[in-house]
């Protein structure tokens, strides 16, 4: 079945620094959202993705839908405290409309 | 985009026990879906509710285990059934709307 390998795992950085992380896939996905979970909440919907090429920002945070449509990476510039959590990647299952999740990467921000 | 009220927040509950968690939605929307995100891993998906059917299980995930009512368009719920301590996850609820997929606050499931 469709899955997607994200990575890293974990991250710790220092405040001020930029981040990266990615997901890919074997199979094609049509849309990519990227999601963040602090602790004891739900995910919150960070970008959401739906064509390929597509280059879209929320305030520090930058996605980018892979040209091939098997990837998406997510950036963040200049870290904060507040970026603390855990970041999942997710996409629809082809011709459904049930999301599939990455495992997650989660991120530590030293002050 | 929905925002969406999930409640228990959280419970502790004993082993053999039932529990049921509540999400009602601010607008009405068709499909609502139940995930489970066990201890530091990431969410799977339980199943699909749509109003005025059966709900669609994923492989792994039974109706025993998991009874789901959908009385209407704004509301569903979810019970865990005969508890165990393998059941000890955070419960979700999430719905499609018009700015992307949203999800609840969760439900923190401890089974004693």
């Known amino acids: 079945g469709q899955q997607l390998n994200q990575s890293p795992q974990s991250m710790f950085i220092q405040e001020g620094e930029d981040v990266s992380m990615n997901c890919t896939s074997s199979?094609?996905?049509?849309?990519w959202l990227w999601y963040k979970q602090d602790p004891g909440e739900g995910p919150v919907l960070l970008i959401a993705?739906?064509?390929?090429?597509e280059l879209t920002s929320n305030g520090r945070l930058t996605a980018q839908f892979g040209i091939t449509r098997k990837d998406s990476f997510l950036n963040i510039s200049a870290s904060i405290p507040s970026d603390v959590g855990i970041y999942f990647c997710?996409?629809?299952?082809?011709?459904?409309?049930?999301?599939?999740f990455g495992k997650g990467t989660k991120l530590t921000v030293n002050p | 985009s929905a925002v969406i009220s999930q409640k228990p927040s959280r419970d502790i509950c004993q082993r053999g026990t039932s529990l049921t968690i509540q999400c009602q939605v601010d607008?009405?929307?068709?499909?609502m879906f139940w995930y489970r995100q066990q201890p530091g891993q990431s969410l799977t998906l339980i199943a699909t509710?749509?109003?005025?059917?059966?709900?669609?299980?994923e492989s792994g995930f039974v109706i025993d285990k998991f009874p789901i009512s959908r009385p209407n368009l704004t509301f569903s719920t979810l019970t865990v059934s005969n508890m165990s301590p393998e059941d000890s996850s955070i419960y979700l609820c999430?719905?499609?709307?018009?700015?992307?997929?949203?999800f609840g606050s969760g439900t923190r499931l401890t089974v004693v």
């Open positions: 199979s094609i996905f049509n849309t």
């Open positions: 607008s009405q929307v068709t499909m």
């Open positions: 509710a749509n109003q005025g059917s059966e709900a669609t299980y």
């Open positions: 999430s719905v499609d709307s018009t700015d992307g997929y949203t």
């Open positions: 997710a996409g629809p299952k082809e011709g459904s409309e049930k999301l599939v």
């Open positions: 993705l739906y064509k390929a090429g």
